[in-house]
């Protein structure tokens, strides 16, 4: 099912002042795929083309640039597709422009004759179709897509950023916390939604006092079998445990108490962690962290990556 709303972006037929927003959306989505804009949208008699823009490939015989012909149709809000007839001449354009291929700009999709005949010019030019299916994935597979959500589709956009489940990959790649019974990756969209994992603190406590004097082991496991079976262990050996659903802790605002909770403990010396629960516990707010925190865009990748190229004591 789409995410996106089209229909968001005005009408493209109706002279009230935003009937350019579908190819100005057209040219920022291809500056973030790092395409440079030659010729952008204006009004008037457009030679058949909506934008101009090229393409830089590097290969072993050097660096070659493609020039792209742009053709926006906005047709979301009538739902049709893009017919054969919306698209003539297409050849006779190329050839005006001096462009090496076309690109299908569309709001909805190509009707079947339109794709044909675009395939029959694939011998001579080169063809891409961005339908809003592929549009809305480039869009959401980054910072800087989003980021042209929040401007051209903010209703839906909001809809899905506050509803969506997708850990966010913060460190060189995603990072999973298993089971330390079965194995399985207790943030995965089921075990949050279903609350189905939890993480447990071991803690050695005072015999007279009944005090906690250590937290010796902090762990996380499915509820149930893999945490009874972990926990007799423990007890076994005269521990006690206490514990916390994780998918309530990878709620934003409880994360935020939680961690606050923990240096406040730490700070008033209500808690004394053994080294092995300490690394675990860092272990845990690292990864719990891909649930609760945003995404960072390309220029907060590269400032981080400078920052820690400069040595703790400057």
Known sequence: MPILNFKEIPRSNLADGNQDMFEQFARDFFLMLGFEIKTGPDRGQ????DLIITEKRT??????????????????????????SEEQDVIDRLTAHDC???????SSVPSAPLARKLEAYKNR??????????IEQYLLDGEDGRFLCRRYFPQSFYTWETTAFRPMVLLSQYEPLRCKKCGRDLLEEEAINNEQGIVVFVEKYNKSTYDTEEIVDIYWTCKGECDREIESKYISQGFGTTWEDISDIAIPVKYLQWNLAVLNRLKEGMDNYSSQAYDNLKHFIIRVSQLVLKEQNDKQRERFKMLQEIPEYF
Do not use: M, P, Q
Request: charged share 25%; net charge neutral; proline share 0%.
């Open 59 to 84: 290969g072993i015989a050097g660096v070659s640039i493609i020039r792209w012909l742009v053709s926006c149709k906005h047709k979301a809000h009538s739902g049709r597709s893009v017919t054969d």
């Open 125 to 134: 030019y080169e063809i891409l179709i961005f339908d809003n299916e592929r």
């Open 46 to 49: 457009d030679g058949g083309r």
């Open 100 to 106: 090496d291929g076309f690109v299908g700009f569309y």
